[in-house]
Each structure stands twice: as structure tokens, then as C-alpha cells.
């Protein structure tokens, strides 16, 4: 039977102009994942990512701590289906009012003052997204990013073969679509579960032909262990 990790990315630079950047902390999270797998002598044989950037960085300051049991960045997997939803287009298809992307930020600003109005606005707009009525309005509608981030997974898992442990640097969408197939949750579940991943989290799967199942969801007592609450971090 084989493993398969699936890394949320480090924190992102919410709130900037390219978000798709790691944050400071967002960087250590991902040395800390790879501390961590290098204490407990973990060994990888395939690493793959999206093709965001977030993911890309995440993944490399791991393998600064790792890199001795894990294949060397020439050898990595980078699949877009493991890439995340677009966030800002499912905000903007909700609020029209904010105008374009440029606008965007410049209404967030002015309407969402906390991050519980966020969680409001957000999952508002997520829950239009999903509801399959408007699919029309979205470069890429829910039902077809859900097939997407679990043909990745079933993809990469066929390709590895038997008893391999692979890791996979993700995002929370992603994380929690292909979750919602292997626990049967039902749609609007997904965003709870978005919302709890913790940025440098760990879910662990099992495969093997034909299967895949849940072992450990959004696993992050790596980032516990430092006693420092500011590493629990959720964007």
C-alpha cells in the first residue's frame, strides 16, 4: 500500500498584489514540513505540485531541509490539476458591483473589514459557485475543477505504481475537493473544511490500484510543536 502527503502551501501574501507569493512565515512553514520529515526519517519517491507559484516555493523550501530523501527538483511532477480554484473571479462573478480585478481590492477593502465578514462574504460567494446554477458565469465551474483535482491524484497515483510515498504540494480547494470524493461530504461541507486547512497541514492518504482513502486529515502538530501560535496560519 502506498502514502501519498498532501501539503496545503505556506502563507500566501493575502491582501497584496500578487498573492501567489509566499509570505516570510509562509517560506518557514514549509522548512519547518521539511525539518520535520527529516526528523522522522521520512523517505519520498515522488514529488509533484501545481503549477502555482505558492506551491512551487512551498515545495522548495521543504526540500531545503530534505533534500537528501526526496527527488531533486528536475524530477518533479508539476500537474495543474492540482492548482486551485480561482478566488478572485468567484468573488467577482458574486459582487459585480467591485467592477474588475483592479477593482477588486479596492472594494474588499472598503466592505470587508474583518476576517468573520470575510468567512462571510467568501463562503456567499463559493456557495453560488458550487449551487450549479450559474456555471455559465466561471471559467471553470465546480463540478469540472472537483474532476480535475481528483483525476490528478488518481493520475499521479497510477503512475507512481505500488507501495511508493509521494508528496504533493496543494491548495486548500484542492485539499478539500478531493476529500469531499474519499469521505462522501456533501458540497457545502467543502468550505468548512477549506476554512479549517492550515497552511503547511498534512493529509495523508493511502492508495493502492484502484483505491484511495483517508489516513490523517490536516495534520500540522509540526507547526504545534514550536510553541509559537503565529505559525497556524490559514491563507
Not at 118 to 143: C, I, K
Not at 150 to 162: I, K, P
Not at 196 to 216: A, D, E, I, M
Request: proline share 4%; glycine share 8%; hydrophobic share 40%.
Amino acid at each position: 500500500m502506498g502514502e501519498i502527503y498532501l501539503v496545503r502551501h505556506g502563507q500566501a501574501s493575502f491582501g497584496a498584489d500578487d498573492y501567489d507569493e509566499l509570505s516570510p512565515l509562509g517560506h518557514e512553514q514549509g522548512r519547518i514540513l521539511g525539518r520535520w520529515h527529516a526528523a522522522l526519517g521520512t523517505r519520498i519517491d515522488q514529488v509533484a505540485l501545481g503549477n502555482l507559484k505558492r506551491h512551487r516555493q512551498t515545495a522548495e523550501a521543504w526540500a531545503s531541509q530534505f533534500s537528501d530523501a526526496a527527488p531533486p527538483p528536475a524530477q518533479w511532477i508539476i500537474d495543474p490539476g492540482f492548482d486551485e480554484y480561482d478566488h478572485r473571479e468567484m468573488l467577482l462573478r458574486a459582487h459585480p458591483e467591485a467592477g474588475d480585478l483592479a477593482g477588486l481590492q479596492r472594494w474588499m477593502a472598503e466592505h470587508v473589514l474583518s476576517r468573520r465578514v470575510f468567512q462571510e462574504v467568501f463562503n456567499a460567494a463559493m456557495a453560488r459557485w458550487m449551487s450549479g446554477l450559474h456555471d455559465s458565469d466561471y471559467r471553470e465551474s465546480w463540478p469540472h475543477f472537483h474532476g480535475r483535482c481528483v483525476g490528478a491524484l488518481e493520475r499521479l497515483a497510477a503512475q507512481a505504481g505500488a507501495s511508493k510515498r509521494l508528496i504533493v504540494f496543494t491548495s486548500g480547494g484542492t485539499i478539500s475537493a478531493i476529500c469531499q470524493q474519499l469521505m462522501d461530504l456533501p458540497a457545502p461541507r467543502v468550505a468548512e473544511l477549506n476554512w479549517s486547512l492550515v497552511n503547511g497541514g498534512v493529509t495523508k492518504l493511502f492508495y493502492q490500484p484502484g483505491r484511495l482513502s483517508l489516513s490523517t486529515l490536516n495534520n500540522y502538530s509540526h507547526l504545534e510543536q514550536r510553541g509559537d501560535a503565529a505559525l497556524l496560519t490559514y491563507r
